[in-house]
Every structure is written in C-alpha cells, then in structure tokens.
C-alpha cells in the first residue's frame, strides 16, 4: 500500500516528499499533466489517485468518485482570512472527519459547502453541482444537522417535521409515513405530539438528525453531533451515523471528539488557520507522525497553543451571518 | 402559472403557516397581542380627550361653592348651579365657607376647582348692574384647568341667559327674549353623521400604528430571532427563493398585524362609539400598502443589526419620533413647520392619514390617491434596497 502513497507523493510534489494534504494534490496534479501525458498514463494516474488505502472499508469493487470538491475556497471578512484557499475532495460514501481548533475555518467551511455562505474566492462543487450558481441543486442533495439545533421550540416533532418538508417540495400525504418511520428510527414516536422545547438534549439532537434526513440527501452534514450528550445518546447517535453511512450516505462530521473521530471517519480532514493541514485516512496519519492516537496527531499538527486570539480579529460582520 | 412562481408561492404560504403557528403556541405573547391595542386605545383615548365642550372628561369633578354674598340672587344661582351641575353629572358641588379653605383643598387635591359668589353679587343685580362670578380651577393640570373653567362658566351662562329672559319679559318685551340676550347663536354641524368623538381620530392612527410598527419589529424580530436559534439556516439550507422567505415572514406578520388592527377598530366601536363609515377593502388595501411601505425599512435594519437585542432597539428609534410625527395621536398642524416636514417625510403620516379618511369620511380610493401613490413609492424604493442588502447579509 505505501507504494501507491509514495507514488502519489511524488507525482504531487515533486522531490519534496510527503506532505500533510497529499491525497488533494494529487488530483490536482492529474490535471496538471494531463495536457502533457499520453492518455493512457493519465488513467494509471486516476487508478492510482483513488485506490488510497484508506478506501478499504468503502463497498467492494466501487471506484472512489469525488462527492465534494473544492478549488481555492477562500472566505474573508474583512481582512481577516477565516478559509483560506483550501483544495479538497472528499469521496462518495465515506465518512470525512472534518477536524480543527475553535476557530480555525471549519464552521465557515461548512457554511460554504451548505450554500449559507457565498465564498469569496475559489469553487466548490457538491454532488457534481457549484455552490454559488447551482446552490438550489446543491440544497435538494444535502441534509444539515448545525451546531445549533434547528427546531422551533414551541412546534411538536411532527410540526417541526412537517415544515422542513414541506420547504423540499415534499406532499404531507408524502412526508407522513416518511415522518413515522423516522421518527422510530431514533425512538421517538412516542413523543412526536410534544412540543421539541420540552425534550431533553438527547431528544432534541435525534429529532434534528431526522430532520436533516427527511429528504434523504446524499451527503449529511452533521456539526458536533454528540457536543453535550450523555453517554447513552452520544452512542445512539454515533450508531446512527454509522448505520446511515453504511446505508450509502457520505457524511461530513465535524466534532472536537477525537476518538469520535477516530471510531467513525475513513478520513479526516484537520484545518488550522484556514489552510488544510493534513488530509488522510486516520490510520496512515497516525503512521506517518507517530502518534497512538488521533489526538496526538491532531496536537502534533495544530500545536498546543490556546486559540483564544483568534476571535478578536473577527470584525463583528461576521457574527452576523453566523448567527 | 409557471411551476417555479407556484412552488415559492407554496413555500411563502409554508412558512407564513408556520410563523402564524408559532404565534398562536405562545399563549402569553398572543394574550399580549390582543390587550396591547385596547390597552394603549383606552389610554391615549382618555389622556388626549376632544376639548370640544360636547365631551368633558371629568365627570362629575368635585368643586367647591364659596358663597359670600348671602342675598336672595346669590342663593338663587347656587341652587340652580347645582341643579345643572348634578343633573349633567358635570360637578359634584360642596359648599365651603371661605376661599381660602377651598383653596386649601385644591392643594390637598380634593377638589379640582372653586365657584366664589363675591359680596356684592346680590346687590349689584338688585341695582341692576352686571355681576360676577369668579371661577379657579387646578392650574396643576393645565388641561383640566381649562375644561372644569369652561364647564362651569357654561352652566353660569346658562343661569344668566336665564335670568336675562325673564328680566326682558318682565320688562313687557313680547318678542323672543333671546333676540336680545343672544341675537346670534351657533350650532355645530358635524361632517359626519354623528358627533365627532376623539376616538374617531384616534382608532385609525392606532390601527395605521399597530399594523405598520407591528409588521416593522415583528418582522426584524421574527428575522433576527431565527438567525440567532439558528432555524433559519435550517431554512436557507432547503432549496427555497431568499424572496419567498422574506415574503412568507412578511405575510405572517401582515396577517398579525391585520388581526389586531381590526382588534382595535371593533374595541373602538364596541367601547368608544367609533363609528366606520367607509369600505373596509379598503381600509385593509390602505393597511396592506403601509405594511409594505415598512417592510421595507424592517428588513434593512434587520441586516444591519449584529443581534435581535440591538434590531429592536434600533426599531424603537424608529418607531418613537414616528409615533408623535406622523399625526397619530394629535393633528399634524399642532407642530412647528419643520418638524411637520419630517412626519410629511415618514410614511406612516400616509398611511394614518389615508385610514382616516377611508373610516371616519368614507372617502373613496380616488379621493386617497396621493396618499396611496406615496405610499406605493416607498414601497418600492424601500423594498428594493432593501431585499438585495438582506439577502446579502443572510449569506455572509
């Protein structure tokens, strides 16, 4: 297997070896010279490109196509650079870790890949669509569960359901059954004519996934799913992230949780400073600095210093569009 | 219909649905929906009451008799200025004994004014020379001062018209006696069929108010509130027209707004006697395009605003100088001149002044137009700087 990832290494960057973001560069690379290699070397190259080893627990006999691809994405607010020219893919069907310090652009990243938030520079595509002139396409094929739970308070779990539904073009006779069998999905059918303000944290989190699946996109965007859970739905929870994985679902998972990381990602992603530090499959990140664990690697990569700079050089525009 | 413009009308009357629901789930912001308007009708109805005489809003306001003077012509107009007073529940008349005692009382507050018969009066008309009668009232209260003086000096003529009859029949005058005591007289004609009430002038500025304001915090409320729970990235993120949203919040709120300004208009007409004389298509037409006229401001200060906190603060600064420059609560000439450009600046001067109209002189679209063609303006402008600015800041 590290042959295939020296190669890579070396197509994408010459001499220099191997380098955290490798597997992007690669990519890249291909289409750099694929002006100037004969055909056939570029189908080797592609072979090559999206056999990486961290594929293994992808369905047999799949060839890995990018789901998420992004160019230069860069977001400024002001002066202060939050993305900055990041080149990424992530792959059909794969679980794609999304890690970073408070601070560091994955929020904003995600905003962008979701269409909440228009890049400044640089493109991205999702499911084969560009963000800013096809975000409509984009929205039908992406679920969102946020940080914040998005679900009116005062609404029942089926009132709530219905009205996200009904925003994806979705009957009521439609989205009905749709509802139910969700609703048993995450256990609570029982509860679904209670107002959402009166669940507990766990409660309300199932309910929001659900809510991100009602249309049953292609890729789910899931940020910090089990931030303030007990342990019980912390394993409800990561389960399902599983299950709907294995189901065909590629998955965005952003959380500070490294073994949460660790036990659910084919791929992590670490982003510092806006830039990508490091994009690889877990195992092989671990390999390549030594480290036990996904946390060390982590520190390794983003140092150990507190971040708590970073937000003063927010200007206060970007709240806005935050909040 | 083109199957796009059908599905963002679909969705703008999802989410206007929804918004409505919500509303009506919060039982206590509903239960203070619905008693703000009587609340703040009955208030500004009775603090600004009509200073025509016709409507006094001190009845039966305590004053005090003081009589010095204890001749027959003095005990005489004290009867009869009691008798008028109590049967036009006017003034509770209580009998003091000098003018500085009742003085007193009015310091201590419990009477609101003093009727002094001075020494002389009888003899003076015995003599038959012109008497006086002295009138005080609380000069605290500038207002009702001049209310319990007018009042109280109606009965003395009155009393005096009276008693000048008879002396011009007793002189063998066998003419109509007021063609000397009175030779021309007035009588109110009113434009409109019924006297006029101040609540007349009152319910259609309240009603323009409620649904204008209700409509321009509601909706930066309704806007900022999602953006901060975060539900309204669960909007942005489904494949929906920015547009549709904002018109979907815009119509909720209208409808909010509708419902309690016609919640005032029937308070009005069951508790105040306002009476609506002209169509009221129309009047929810006039109501409409006010709406619109702010809509527009509401949106621009929701973008601008980093949090609902300082969105509604900012709207209060809006809403304030609004509320008494727009002609709402007292005629707009009572201003200064340049003060009336300003409220002739704000829209809801139009709107208020176009509802007036509409309720109290039943004037039809075509006697309105100016009104309506200002306000169809600003709609515009407003609403076309307005919704590029928000979409912008809803994408930042």
Request: glycine content about 8%; hydrophobic content about 45%; charged content about 20%.
């Amino acid at each position: 297997m590290s042959w295939v990832r020296e190669t890579r290494n070396q197509i994408g960057n010459g001499a220099s070896g191997g380098q955290p973001g490798d597997r992007v560069r690669v990519t890249l690379a291909t289409t750099t010279f694929a002006a100037i290699l004969d055909s056939r070397v570029i189908n080797w190259l592609r072979l090559v490109a999206v056999t990486s080893p961290g594929r293994v627990r992808v369905p047999d006999g799949e060839l890995m196509e990018p789901i998420i691809t992004t160019h230069s994405l860069t977001k400024k607010f002001g002066d202060f650079v939050a993305v900055d020219h990041i080149d990424l893919e992530i792959m059909k069907g794969e679980i794609f870790g999304f890690l970073g310090p408070n601070g560091a652009g994955k929020s904003t990243t995600i905003r962008m890949l979701t269409t909440l938030s228009e890049p400044t520079e640089g493109t991205a595509e999702v499911s084969g669509f560009d963000v800013r002139t096809q975000a409509d396409e984009v929205r039908r094929r992406i679920g969102l569960v946020a940080e914040k739970i998005i679900l009116y308070p005062r609404l029942t779990a089926v009132e709530n359901l219905m009205f996200f539904g009904e925003l994806y073009g979705m009957s009521r006779t439609e989205l009905k059954p749709k509802i139910n069998e969700l609703l048993e999905m995450v256990r609570l059918e029982s509860f679904k004519d209670i107002p959402t303000g009166g669940y507990s944290s766990g409660m309300r989190q199932r309910l929001n996934i659900v809510r991100g699946l009602l249309h049953d996109p292609e890729i789910l965007f899931l940020d910090e799913p089990t931030a303030l859970l007990d342990p019980q739905s912390v394993r409800f929870v990561r389960d399902l992230v599983k299950e709907l994985n294995a189901n065909g679902k590629t998955i965005i998972l952003t959380t500070h949780i490294m073994e949460e990381a660790d036990e659910l990602s084919h791929t992590v992603g670490i982003i510092d400073h806006g830039k990508m530090v490091a994009v690889d499959e877990t195992a092989f990140l671990k390999g390549k600095y030594k480290c036990e664990t996904l946390e060390e690697v982590f520190l390794e990569l983003t140092g150990r210093t507190l971040r708590d700079s970073a937000s003063s050089h927010v200007p206060m525009r970007r709240t806005m569009g935050r909040i | 219909m083109p199957n796009g413009l059908r599905h963002n009308l679909y969705i703008m009357s999802r989410i206007a649905q929804k918004d409505l629901l919500d509303f009506w789930k919060a039982k206590m912001l509903f239960a203070t929906f619905m008693v703000m308007p009587l609340l703040m009708m009955s208030m500004f109805g009775f603090m600004f009451p009509a200073t025509t005489a016709t409507s006094n809003p001190y009845k039966n306001a305590p004053i005090a008799m003081v009589m010095e003077d204890e001749g027959s012509f003095a005990i005489n107009f004290a009867d009869q200025f009691k008798e008028i007073a109590t049967s036009t529940a006017t003034f509770k008349v209580k009998d003091f004994p000098s003018f500085n005692s009742a003085r007193d009382e009015i310091l201590t507050g419990g009477i609101k004014g003093v009727v002094v018969i001075p020494a002389g009066f009888t003899e003076a008309l015995d003599s038959r020379r012109q008497s006086v009668v002295l009138i005080t009232a609380d000069d605290t209260n500038p207002q009702m001062g001049s209310i319990i003086y007018s009042e109280a000096a109606s009965i003395v003529r009155v009393i005096s018209d009276n008693l000048g009859r008879s002396i011009i029949s007793k002189m063998g005058n066998t003419g109509d006696p007021s063609f000397v005591t009175e030779p021309i007289t007035v009588e109110r004609m009113n434009l409109i069929g019924s006297r006029t009430n101040q609540f007349e002038f009152l319910a259609p500025g309240f009603m323009a108010l409620t649904v204008v304001m209700g409509t321009l915090t509601g909706l930066g409320a309704a806007i900022s509130r999602e953006k901060e729970q975060g539900t309204m990235d669960g909007i942005m993120v489904a494949p929906v027209s920015r547009n549709a949203i904002v018109a979907g919040k815009m119509i909720a709120q209208t409808v909010r707004g509708l419902i309690q300004g016609f919640l005032i208009l029937g308070l009005s007409m069951l508790l105040f006697g306002v009476q609506v004389y002209g169509s009221p298509l129309l009047m929810v037409v006039v109501m409409l395009l006010g709406v619109a006229s702010f809509a527009g401001i509401g949106l621009i200060v929701t973008s601008l605003a980093p949090e609902q906190e300082t969105a509604q603060m900012m709207m209060m600064l809006l809403q304030f100088p609004m509320m008494f420059l727009s002609g709402l609560l007292f005629p707009m000439d009572q201003l200064p001149g340049w003060l009336q450009w300003v409220g002739k600046a704000l829209p809801l001067y139009y709107a208020a002044d176009a509802l007036r109209k509409v309720i109290v002189l039943s004037a039809s679209l075509n006697q309105i137009y100016m009104d309506v063609v200002v306000l169809v303006l600003y709609s515009f402008a407003t609403l076309g700087v307005a919704i590029p600015i928000f979409n912008k800041a809803m994408t930042r």
